[in-house]
């Protein structure tokens, strides 16, 4: 009987980004009913960037994990651009407040890096509770 003597090799890139955010868009209720398209042109100025690097050994039931301290990727750019399109609905709970279901694409524009390729695609969903007039 042979026993086969493997190991695995895992690298682990960890990024995370603050950012200032500016959108610039608008929204059209469409005609008798209460649902709303509405996009977005968006500007991103990332603020703080952390980068983490390491590396995963494994062979067997042995793991070991070891940072990376040499590692290196391009910068973000100063400023990404994105689009956004929405679509929602009004749903009136008492006047004057309203709630709105909506549903979110976002995809940014050109690279989120300097050199190579990074682009940013997301989705998301949530309820936006209004007060005010009618």
Known sequence: ??????????????????????????KYRLPFWTVNIGGSFGFEFPVNVGKTYT????????????PIDNGSTPDF????????????KDIELLL??????????DSSIGSDIQTGEWNSLSASFGVIIFWGMY
């Open 1 to 26: 009987k042979t026993q086969e003597n493997s190991i695995k090799n895992e690298y682990i890139y960890d990024v995370s980004k603050s950012s200032l955010i500016i959108d610039i868009g608008g």
């Open 55 to 66: 590396q995963n050994v494994s062979s067997g039931s042995q793991s070991s994990t070891y």
């Open 77 to 88: 750019n100063a400023v990404i651009y994105s689009l956004s399109f929405t679509l929602s």
């Open 96 to 105: 004057p407040v309203y709630a709105q279901p909506y549903l979110a694409f």
